[in-house]
């Protein structure tokens, strides 16, 4: 079983909906999750940011964390084409990543439909 | 304040030579980590250098090195390449124990 698990997808749906991203983690010590974006042939673009349980928003993105179910989840409305890319979730037992660096999962493809 | 920038973009080396990938920091950030990502899959972390030394690696040889400089650019160096070497090489920045990190846009090697 690998640490952290995330379906690969393809995602696709219509411009505008509600899109539902989820990662699940075997490893009970992560304590710092991340969202990255990361489009095709580029570098991951740090998304959000959450420490421990609970739920952060930033304008059309929200995530969650549930640590006693050790899943995690972004949230994203009113959907975008350019929106349309590959979300990477990261986590760490230490801020940045200390010496064991974040560990991610594979990423979800997202295609937004016009 | 310039952001994470690696070079060369890409670059395309036979099996069993030698590469050197380059990394500058973003701006006032001290810490600088290096990961492999092979196509279709997350990136998995090589090493860290915090102060010129390594702080922590992850699962890869130890034909994987690097180094930190004092302006805190590095470098990561692989000897004696694999096919199953090709993938983006990126690099990321931070500062020491700062919750998050920031990407550069990678090197893209192919091992052929």
């Known amino acids: 079983q690998k640490e952290v698990e995330q379906d690969p997808g393809p995602l696709s749906v219509p411009e505008g909906a509600i899109v539902s991203l989820n990662c699940t983690y075997s490893?009970?010590?992560?304590?710092?999750f991340m969202w990255y974006r990361q489009y095709s042939r580029k570098g991951p673009e740090l998304l959000m940011y959450?420490?421990?349980?609970g739920n952060k928003e930033d304008g059309r993105f929200t995530a969650q964390v549930d640590k006693s179910s050790k899943y995690i989840s972004l949230f994203i409305r009113d959907s975008q084409p350019s929106d349309s890319a590959t979300y990477l979730c990261?986590?760490?037992?230490?801020?940045?990543?200390?010496?064991?660096?974040?560990?991610f999962g594979k990423g979800t493809h997202l295609i937004i439909q016009p | 304040e310039t952001g994470v920038t690696q070079s060369p973009t890409h670059l395309i080396k036979t099996r069993g030579q030698q590469v050197t990938l380059r990394c500058s920091s973003q701006?006032?950030?001290?810490?600088v980590s290096w990961y492999q990502q092979a196509l279709g899959q997350g990136p998995q972390f090589i090493f860290q250098?915090?102060?010129?030394?390594?702080?922590g690696r992850g699962n890869f040889p130890p034909r994987f090195s690097g180094l930190q400089f004092p302006n805190y650019s590095s470098e990561l160096n692989v000897n004696a390449l694999e096919l199953d070497d090709s993938a983006l090489y990126l690099c990321?920045?931070?500062?020491?124990?700062?919750?998050?990190?920031?990407f550069g846009p990678g090197t893209r090697l192919l091992v052929l």
């Open positions: 990321a920045s931070s500062l020491w124990s700062q919750e998050t990190q920031y």
């Open positions: 490893n009970s010590a992560f304590q710092y």
């Open positions: 959450t420490y421990s349980s």
């Open positions: 990261a986590m760490s037992p230490a801020p940045g990543g200390g010496a064991d660096g974040l560990t």
């Open positions: 701006s006032g950030h001290n810490t």
């Open positions: 250098y915090y102060r010129e030394e390594e702080n």
